[in-house]
C-alpha cells in the first residue's frame, strides 16, 4: 500500500537555535519565540535517527542494549462488530521513551491493555526483551516487567505513601508486615530515580504531582522495567508536567523504558525518542519528534489535511451584550482572589478569545459569568440589564449559552437519552418544556432537528449520550446551546478532543452563529483555534485579564509570551504562567 | 431502534429474577444442612398463597410496601439516601392518630376527617426530613447519617407522647391514641371465606404510583431530579439549584414517608397508634426500592414479592421450618440484586455503545455503496 511520505530536513529547525537547556520550563522560556517546538534533549537515545518513516515500522534493528525491550508483531483485537486494533506492529528499544499517539478512540488504550495482559490479542505476537511471551493477566505482564500507570489514580486516600505502594504485594517478615523494610526499600526507590515523596505522608495530603509519582513508584516496587504511562500529564499543571518528564529522564537513564499514550502533540515531542502513530487501530508510522511539527503528526493522526480556523469579514455591532466591570471572584478562606479587576466587553457579533496558562481563572471567569460561583465584587451585565444576582437558569433563561469545558462532567447526563439531554439547560423554555411540564414530543421533534442540522451521527436519539463518540457529543451539546436563540454563548475549549471533522463544523457554526449576531466567549487552549476564531483576544494571567491583541497581528509566538507573562517579570527565576501550582519538589 | 425496548424489559427483569432464584438455590442448600426438606419447605410457601386470606393479607401489606419504597426512591432518584423513612412514618402515624381520635374531630363529616388526617401525617413526615434536608443544606451534614439519629429522636418523642398524661390513653393493658371513632375511618372491602379484608388505602398506593410515575416522566422538576441524580455537575451548569432540588425532594420524600401508616390506621382494626403499631417498614421500603430501582412499576413487583414472602413465612412452621428463613432469602435477595443490577447496568452501556457504533458503521457501509452504484 502507498503512503504518504515525510521529508524532512535532516537536523532540528533553525529556530531552536539558542535553546540548550534541556529542562522544559526554562527553555520553554528561552524559545519563547517559538512556543510550541520544544528542543529534544540533547545526547538522547533516537536524536542520531533522523527521517520519519511512514511506511510500517520496522523494528528498529537491536541497538547495542540487545533486543527491544517490548516488540509487538501483528497485533489484532476484534470485539464483537469492532476492530479496535488491526495488525499493529511496533517495537521499543530499550532505555527509551516510546510514544504512542492518535486520537480518541483511535485504538491506542486497546493496544496498551492488551500489552498489559488485560485481554488477549485475537492474532499477532508479543516479545519482551527478545523472547515470546503470552500474558493472560496483568499478572504474567508484571512477572515480565511490565507496570502501568492509569490515567485515573488508583490510591487509597486514607493510607500513607508506603502502604499505598506495597499494597497487594506486602513484605513479609517474621508473620508481620515489614513496615521499616518496606519503607528502606521505597526510600531508596525514590532516591534511585529522583522520585521525591515523603513515603510517611498521607495520600490524601498529597497534590496530583505526587501521587503519580507514588503511582510510578507503585509500579517499579513490583519490579517492573518496562512502565507504560497512560495520559499521564491529562491531570498535571505545567509545573507537575515539568516535574514528571524530569522524572522520566531519571528512570530512562537508570535503562527503563517508557511506552507513553498521549495525544498532547507538544508534550510528546519534548519527552519521547521516538513516536509511533495510530490511526483507526492501526499503526500509521513512526515519526522522529525533532523533526516533525504538530501538524504533521496531528495530520497522521487524522489521515488529512487539519481544518484551519479562520473568520470572515467582521460581523462585529456597536450593542454591547456582556459587560463586566471590576468583577472580582474570591478564592476561598485565607487564600487570594482567583479573579481580580476583570472588565470586558463583548459585542453582538464578535467573538472574544481568552488566552491563557490553565489555571489561570479561566473556569472562574466562566463560572461568574453563568452565575454558577458567586462574585465578590463588581457587576455582570447581560445586554444592558445587571445580572449578577440572578440564578444559573435565569442567566440562561435571558440567553446565555454555554459550552462547558468537561463534557463529561458538565455538559451531558452520559447515561441519559440524546433528548432528554436536549431539554437539560433549557428545562424551563419550550420547546423542552411548557410550564411545569416537560414536553417530550416536542423535545423530541427538537433533539432530531439538532441531529440533523449539526450532524449528529447517532443511530437515534433514544440511545444514551455514553454512546456517542466525543466529537459527536460536542456537535450534540453545540446545536442544543445555539437554540433558543441565545444572545451570548460562553464556549469552553468547544473542540477539544474531538476529531477533526466535528472541530471543522463546530467552527462553522461559530462563524455562522457569528454572523447571525451573537456574541460568544472563547476560551481555549488551541492558540490557532483562538487566534484564527477570534476578532480580540484577551489574555488572562493569575486571574486578571493583562492585555488584548489583534489575533491578525499577533503570533502565536507573542501569544504565548503574553500567556506566560513572559517579560512582564524579567527577573524571576520561577517558570511563569504556572502561578497556581504550588508544589514544588 | 426496534427490539431494543423489549430488550431493555428483559435485562431490566433478568436482575430480580435471577436474584431470586439464586436466594432460592441459597436457602435450599441451607435447608439441606440443617436437615430440611426444602421441597416440603417451599411448597408450604405456595400452597399458603393459594390461600385467600393470605392473598389479602399479601396486598394489603404490599401497599404499605409501596408507598414506603416510594418514599425512599424519591430520594434515591437523586442520591440522596433518606434513611430516615421509618422515624418519618411512624412519628406522622402516631401525631395523625391522635389528631384522627381527638374528641373535636367527632363533629366533622367523614371525608374532611379523612382529609385532615392524611394531610396532618404527610406534613409531620414532611417536617421530619425537612430537618435533615435543611441541616444538608445549611451545615452539610449527611443526610444517611442525621436521618439514621432522627429515627431514633422519633422514637423517643413517640415514647415521650404515647403516655396518658400526654396524646395516649390506657385500655386495659395497652396504651394507645383515643381510637378513632365511627366515620373517621375508611371501609374495608370483606371477602367471604376471609377473616382478613382489603384494603382501600391500596387505591392510595396506586394513585402514588401513578404520580410518581408521572412526576418522573412528565414534569420538569422530575427531570431535575432525575438530571441531579445521575450528574450534579451538568445539573449544576444547566441551571438547576441544587440545594433546593435537595429540600424539594427530602420534603416529597417525607410527605410520602407519612403516608405509610395511613392504611393501617384509617383501614385498620386497631383504629389507633399504639405500642403494637408496625415497625421497620420504612427500612423494608428501602429493600423494596432496591429491588424494583426505584422504578413505579418494578417496585410494584418488588413490593408484591416482599409481602408475599413475609405472608407465607408462618406457613413455613407448621412443617417445622423456622419462619426466619424468610428473612434470610430476603436478604440474599437484596444482597444479590444490588450486585446483578450492577452488572446489567454495565453489560447495557456496552451493549448499546456496540449498537450504535454497528448501526453507523452499516451506515456509512451503505452511504458508500450508494455513491458508487451513482457512479
Known amino acids: 500500500m502507498?503512503?504518504?511520505?515525510?521529508?524532512?530536513?535532516?537536523?532540528?529547525?533553525?529556530?531552536?537555535?539558542?535553546?540548550?537547556?534541556?529542562?522544559?520550563?526554562?527553555?520553554?522560556?528561552?524559545?519563547?519565540?517559538?512556543?510550541?517546538?520544544?528542543?529534544?534533549?540533547?545526547?538522547?537515545?533516537?536524536?542520531?535517527?533522523?527521517?520519519?518513516?511512514?511506511?510500517?515500522?520496522?523494528p528498529d534493528p537491536p541497538t547495542a542494549d540487545g533486543p527491544p525491550a517490548v516488540e509487538l508483531m501483528g497485533i489484532t483485537k476484534r470485539f464483537p462488530g469492532v476492530v479496535a486494533n488491526s495488525n499493529i506492529t511496533f517495537s521499543v528499544r530499550r532505555g527509551t521513551v516510546h510514544a504512542l499517539v492518535g486520537e480518541n478512540g483511535a485504538g491506542k488504550s486497546t493496544l496498551m491493555k492488551t500489552l498489559y495482559g488485560m485481554h488477549q490479542p485475537d492474532e499477532g505476537s508479543i516479545s519482551v526483551n527478545g523472547s515470546a511471551v503470552t500474558f493472560h493477566s496483568p499478572a504474567d505482564a508484571i512477572a515480565v516487567g511490565i507496570g502501568m500507570v492509569h490515567q485515573h489514580f488508583m490510591l487509597a486516600d486514607n493510607l500513607t505513601v508506603w502502604e499505598n505502594i506495597v499494597l497487594g504485594s506486602e513484605p513479609v517478615a517474621g508473620g508481620r508486615l515489614d513496615a521499616r523494610g518496606a519503607r528502606a526499600r521505597i526510600d531508596e526507590l525514590a532516591g534511585t530515580y529522583g522520585l521525591t515523596v515523603d513515603s510517611g505522608a498521607l495520600v490524601e495530603t498529597l497534590g496530583v504531582g505526587a501521587r503519580q509519582r507514588v503511582e510510578i513508584l507503585k509500579v517499579l516496587y513490583r519490579g517492573a522495567r518496562i512502565l507504560i504511562l497512560d495520559e499521564?500529564?491529562?491531570?498535571?499543571?505545567?509545573?507537575?508536567?515539568?516535574?514528571?518528564?524530569?522524572?522520566?529522564?531519571?528512570?530512562?537513564?537508570?535503562?527503563?523504558?517508557?511506552?507513553?499514550?498521549?495525544?498532547?502533540?507538544?508534550?510528546?515531542?519534548?519527552?519521547?525518542?521516538?513516536?509511533?502513530?495510530?490511526?483507526?487501530?492501526?499503526?500509521?508510522?513512526?515519526?522522529?519528534?525533532?523533526?516533525?511539527?504538530?501538524?504533521?503528526?496531528?495530520?497522521?493522526?487524522?489521515?488529512?489535511?487539519?481544518?484551519?480556523?479562520?473568520?470572515?469579514?467582521?460581523?462585529?455591532?456597536?450593542?454591547?451584550?456582556?459587560?463586566?466591570?471590576?468583577?472580582?471572584?474570591?478564592?476561598?478562606?485565607?487564600?487570594?482572589?482567583?479573579?481580580?479587576?476583570?472588565?470586558?466587553?463583548?459585542?453582538?457579533?464578535?467573538?472574544?478569545?481568552?488566552?491563557?496558562?490553565?489555571?489561570?481563572?479561566?473556569?472562574?471567569?466562566?463560572?461568574?459569568?453563568m452565575g454558577i460561583r458567586p462574585i465578590?465584587?463588581?457587576?455582570?451585565?447581560?445586554?444592558?440589564?445587571?445580572?449578577?444576582?440572578?440564578?444559573?437558569?435565569?442567566?440562561?433563561?435571558?440567553?446565555?449559552?454555554?459550552?462547558?469545558?468537561?463534557?463529561?462532567?458538565?455538559?451531558?447526563?452520559?447515561?441519559?437519552?440524546?433528548?432528554?439531554?436536549?431539554?437539560?439547560?433549557?428545562?424551563?423554555?419550550?420547546?423542552?418544556?411548557?410550564?411545569?411540564?416537560?414536553?417530550?414530543?416536542?423535545?423530541?421533534?427538537?433533539?432530531?432537528?439538532?441531529?440533523?442540522?449539526?450532524?449528529?451521527?447517532?443511530?437515534?436519539?433514544?440511545?444514551?449520550?455514553?454512546?456517542?463518540?466525543?466529537?459527536?457529543?460536542?456537535?450534540?451539546?453545540?446545536?442544543?446551546?445555539?437554540?433558543?436563540?441565545?444572545?451570548l454563548l460562553i464556549a469552553s475549549h468547544p473542540t477539544r478532543g474531538v476529531d477533526v471533522g466535528a472541530q471543522a463544523a463546530i467552527w462553522e457554526h461559530l462563524r455562522n452563529a457569528r454572523a447571525a449576531g451573537l456574541a460568544v466567549l472563547l476560551i481555549s487552549a488551541d492558540l490557532e483555534e483562538l487566534i484564527g476564531m477570534s476578532d480580540r483576544l484577551t489574555v488572562i494571567l493569575r486571574g486578571r485579564l493583562t492585555g488584548t491583541y489583534d489575533p491578525h497581528s499577533i503570533t502565536p509566538e507573542q501569544l504565548g509570551a503574553a500567556m506566560t507573562g513572559a517579560g512582564e517579570e524579567p527577573s524571576g527565576d520561577e517558570p511563569q504562567g504556572s502561578a497556581k501550582s504550588g508544589e514544588v519538589a | 431502534m426496534t427490539g431494543s425496548r423489549g430488550r431493555r424489559i428483559l435485562l431490566g427483569a433478568a436482575a430480580p429474577v435471577g436474584a431470586l432464584a439464586f436466594s432460592m438455590l441459597i436457602t435450599a442448600a441451607l435447608l439441606l444442612v440443617t436437615g430440611h426438606n426444602p421441597v416440603e419447605a417451599f411448597s408450604a410457601m405456595i400452597s399458603a398463597l393459594q390461600r385467600i386470606r393470605i392473598v389479602l393479607g399479601t396486598i394489603d401489606q404490599s401497599a404499605v410496601y409501596y408507598l414506603s419504597a416510594v418514599a425512599v426512591a424519591i430520594g434515591f432518584k437523586m442520591n440522596l439516601f433518606n434513611i430516615g423513612v421509618d422515624g418519618q412514618y411512624r412519628l406522622a402515624a402516631m401525631l395523625s392518630a391522635a389528631v384522627a381520635g381527638a374528641a373535636w374531630m367527632g363533629s366533622l363529616p367523614g371525608?374532611?376527617?379523612i382529609a385532615i388526617t392524611l394531610l396532618v401525617a404527610m406534613a409531620v413526615g414532611a417536617a421530619w426530613a425537612g430537618v435533615a434536608a435543611l441541616l444538608k443544606v445549611t451545615r452539610g451534614v449527611s443526610e444517611v447519617i442525621s436521618t439514621i439519629m432522627l429515627n431514633a429522636i422519633a422514637t423517643f418523642i413517640i415514647a415521650y407522647l404515647l403516655t396518658p398524661q400526654r396524646l395516649a390513653v390506657l385500655e386495659g393493658n395497652n396504651i394507645s391514641t383515643p381510637k378513632i371513632t365511627e366515620g373517621g375511618q375508611l371501609p374495608v372491602i370483606e371477602f367471604e371465606g376471609s377473616t382478613t379484608p382489603l384494603y382501600t388505602l391500596v387505591l392510595l398506593a396506586a394513585l402514588v404510583g401513578v404520580l410518581y410515575a408521572l412526576m418522573l416522566s412528565r414534569t420538569v422538576f422530575g427531570f431535575n431530579i432525575k438530571a441531579t441524580g445521575m450528574s450534579e455537575t451538568a445539573a449544576v451548569a444547566s441551571g438547576i439549584s441544587v440545594k433546593r432540588m435537595i429540600v424539594s425532594a427530602m420534603l416529597l420524600s417525607g410527605a410520602v414517608a407519612g403516608l405509610i401508616g395511613m392504611p393501617e390506621l384509617l383501614n385498620g382494626s386497631a383504629a389507633s397508634y399504639s405500642l403494637n403499631f408496625p415497625t421497620g417498614i420504612g427500612f423494608t421500603g428501602i429493600a423494596v426500592a432496591l429491588?424494583?430501582?426505584?422504578?413505579?412499576?418494578?417496585?410494584?413487583?418488588?413490593?408484591?414479592?416482599?409481602?408475599?414472602?413475609?405472608?407465607?413465612?408462618?406457613?413455613?412452621?407448621?412443617v417445622g421450618v423456622p419462619r426466619e428463613l424468610v428473612t434470610i432469602m430476603q436478604g440474599i435477595i437484596v444482597l444479590s440484586v444490588v450486585v446483578a443490577y450492577e452488572f446489567v447496568r454495565r453489560y447495557r452501556l456496552t451493549l448499546e455503545?456496540?449498537?450504535?457504533?454497528?448501526?453507523?458503521?452499516?451506515?456509512?457501509k451503505e452511504a458508500a455503496q450508494a455513491t458508487v452504484s451513482d457512479r
Do not use: Y
Not at chain 1, 237 to 253: I, S, T, W, Y
Not at chain 1, 451 to 473: M, Y
Open chain 2, 291 to 318: 429491588l424494583g430501582r426505584n422504578h413505579p412499576v418494578g417496585m410494584v413487583f418488588s413490593a408484591l414479592l416482599w409481602a408475599a414472602l413475609d405472608s407465607s413465612a408462618n406457613a413455613l412452621q407448621g
Open chain 2, 111 to 113: 371525608f374532611l376527617r
Open chain 1, 376 to 487: 465578590a465584587g463588581g457587576s455582570v451585565e447581560l445586554a444592558g440589564s445587571d445580572v449578577g444576582h440572578l440564578s444559573t437558569a435565569d442567566r440562561r433563561e435571558s440567553g446565555v449559552g454555554f459550552i462547558p469545558e468537561d463534557r463529561h462532567r458538565q455538559g451531558l447526563i452520559l447515561e441519559g437519552t440524546l433528548w432528554e439531554n436536549r431539554i437539560l439547560g433549557h428545562q424551563t423554555r419550550r420547546p423542552s418544556a411548557r410550564g411545569w411540564l416537560v414536553d417530550r414530543a416536542a423535545a423530541r421533534a427538537d433533539t432530531r432537528r439538532i441531529v440533523d442540522t449539526f450532524d449528529v451521527r447517532t443511530p437515534g436519539i433514544e440511545v444514551t449520550a455514553a454512546s456517542l463518540s466525543g466529537g459527536n457529543q460536542q456537535k450534540l451539546i453545540v446545536g442544543r446551546e445555539m437554540s433558543e436563540d441565545p444572545v
Open chain 2, 353 to 364: 455503545a456496540r449498537d450504535v457504533a454497528r448501526a453507523l458503521a452499516a451506515r456509512s
Open chain 1, 232 to 369: 499521564p500529564t491529562a491531570v498535571l499543571v505545567p509545573q507537575e508536567v515539568d516535574e514528571l518528564f524530569g522524572n522520566l529522564r531519571e528512570l530512562k537513564a537508570e535503562g527503563l523504558t517508557i511506552i507513553f499514550i498521549s495525544h498532547k502533540l507538544d508534550e510528546v515531542r519534548t519527552i519521547a525518542d521516538e513516536i509511533t502513530v495510530i490511526r483507526r487501530g492501526t499503526t500509521v508510522g513512526t515519526a522522529d519528534p525533532k523533526a516533525v511539527t504538530n501538524r504533521q503528526l496531528a495530520e497522521m493522526m487524522v489521515g488529512s489535511a487539519l481544518p484551519v480556523p479562520e473568520l470572515r469579514e467582521s460581523t462585529v455591532t456597536d450593542t454591547v451584550v456582556l459587560r463586566l466591570a471590576g468583577v472580582r471572584v474570591g478564592g476561598g478562606a485565607g487564600s487570594r482572589d482567583v479573579l481580580s479587576d476583570i472588565d470586558l466587553q463583548i459585542h453582538a457579533g464578535e467573538v472574544l478569545g481568552i488566552a491563557g496558562v490553565e489555571g489561570n481563572g479561566q473556569a472562574e471567569l466562566v463560572d461568574a459569568i
Open chain 1, 2 to 58: 502507498q503512503r504518504p511520505r515525510w521529508d524532512l530536513p535532516p537536523g532540528p529547525p533553525a529556530f531552536f537555535a539558542g535553546c540548550r537547556r534541556a529542562v522544559w520550563p526554562d527553555s520553554f522560556r528561552e524559545c519563547m519565540i517559538v512556543p510550541f517546538h520544544f528542543p529534544q534533549i540533547p545526547g538522547s537515545p533516537g536524536m542520531e535517527e533522523g527521517q520519519m518513516t511512514a511506511d510500517p515500522p520496522t
